[in-house]
Nanobody
């Protein structure tokens, strides 16, 4: 089993920045993918950004150039630096980890990000 603990959400004004962190613990294999999804009220959960253990990243078009995902493999921790935040970024952000033992992945409890206009 794998446990994920997120931190760093909060309330920020439009144009501001936040940094989310997610620490994973448990039976984690060296090769895995970590990242973030988000879900706004009344909308489906959507991928924000992902990063594999080798460092390759992918981003949703809506956040490219504003968000940066990174990870520290030694700490099994993934980060999401969010800059130039917009009200439409308001959502609950969920961390995930996928590896071959569980392609569906494990999920964190979610952290609320609210961007005021």
């Amino acid at each position: 089993q794998v446990q994920l603990v997120e931190s760093g959400g909060g309330l920020v004004q439009a144009g501001g920045s936040l940094r989310l962190s997610c620490a994973a613990s448990g039976s984690i294999f060296r090769i895995n993918t970590m990242g973030w999804y988000r879900q706004a009220p009344g909308k489906q959960r959507e991928l924000v950004a992902g990063i594999i253990s080798g460092g390759s990243t992918n981003y949703a078009d809506s956040v490219k150039g504003r968000f940066t995902i990174s990870r520290e493999n030694a700490k099994n921790t993934v980060y999401l630096q969010m800059n130039s935040l917009k009200p439409e970024d308001t959502a609950v952000y969920y961390c995930y980890l996928r590896q071959y033992t569980n392609p569906e992945g494990w999920w964190g409890q979610g952290t609320q990000v609210t961007v005021s206009s």
